[in-house]
C-alpha cells in the first residue's frame, strides 16, 4: 500500500496551507454537488454524460474530505492519487470499492482523457440507436442509484463526524 508521505515526495499530494483551506473546501463541496446535479438532470438526454459527472461528483466529494479531515490536496494523477490517498487513509472496503467502481466506470467512457486512452472500450463509442440510448439510461440510472448516491452518503457521514 502507498503511504501519504511517500505521495507527497514524489509531489502528487501537497498539504493545503492556512490561507487556502477554505477557498479549497468551498470550491468541492459546491462541485460535487453540482456534478451531482448534472448527473441527475441528463441522466435521460445524455446518460453517458449522466455517468461521467456522477463519478466526478465521488472524485470531488472525496477531495473534500481529504481536504476538509486531512489538509491534503492532489496535485498529480489526480483519480488515481484520489483512490490511492484514499486507501491509504480509510480502511472501509465498501467506500474503496465504490470509488474504484466510479474510476473504472469513468475510464470507460472518458476516451478523450490521456489516462483513459489506451483502455478505449466499445462502450465508449455511443451508437446512437434506440437500442443503445436505452441501454444507456439503464446504465446511468443503475450507477447512479448503485454506485454514485451510497458512495456520497458513506462520505457525507465521514465529513460529519459520525461512524
Known amino acids: 500500500m502507498v503511504k501519504i508521505e511517500t505521495l507527497l515526495d514524489e509531489g502528487k499530494l501537497s498539504r493545503i496551507?492556512?490561507?487556502?483551506?477554505?477557498?479549497?473546501?468551498?470550491f468541492f463541496r459546491h462541485s460535487y454537488r453540482d456534478n451531482l446535479e448534472h448527473s441527475k438532470s441528463v441522466i435521460l438526454s445524455y446518460p453517458r454524460w449522466a455517468i461521467i459527472s456522477g463519478y466526478y461528483s465521488m472524485h470531488d466529494?472525496?477531495?473534500?474530505?481529504?481536504?476538509?479531515?486531512?489538509?491534503?490536496?492532489v496535485d498529480l494523477e489526480?483519480?488515481?492519487?484520489?483512490?490511492?490517498?484514499?486507501?491509504?487513509?480509510?480502511?472501509?472496503?465498501?467506500?474503496?470499492?465504490?470509488?474504484?467502481?466510479?474510476?473504472?466506470?469513468f475510464i470507460s467512457l472518458a476516451n478523450d482523457l490521456a489516462e483513459a486512452k489506451k483502455d478505449r472500450v466499445k462502450a465508449q463509442y455511443y451508437t446512437g440507436t434506440e437500442f443503445m440510448?436505452?441501454?444507456?439510461?439503464?446504465?446511468?440510472?443503475?450507477?447512479?442509484?448503485?454506485?454514485?448516491?451510497?458512495?456520497?452518503?458513506?462520505?457525507?457521514?465521514?465529513?460529519?463526524?459520525?461512524?
Do not use: C, M, W
Open 78 to 105: 489526480v483519480h488515481a492519487t484520489t483512490i490511492k490517498t484514499l486507501s491509504a487513509l480509510i480502511k472501509n472496503k465498501d467506500i474503496l470499492s465504490l470509488i474504484e467502481k466510479g474510476y473504472k466506470e
Open 133 to 163: 440510448k436505452e441501454e444507456y439510461k439503464k446504465r446511468a440510472r443503475e450507477f447512479l442509484a448503485k454506485v454514485v448516491e451510497p458512495y456520497l452518503k458513506k462520505i457525507t457521514i465521514l465529513l460529519s463526524g459520525e461512524k
Open 17 to 26: 496551507n492556512e490561507l487556502e483551506i477554505e477557498r479549497y473546501i468551498n
Open 61 to 73: 466529494i472525496t477531495k473534500l474530505l481529504l481536504a476538509k479531515q486531512f489538509r491534503l490536496k
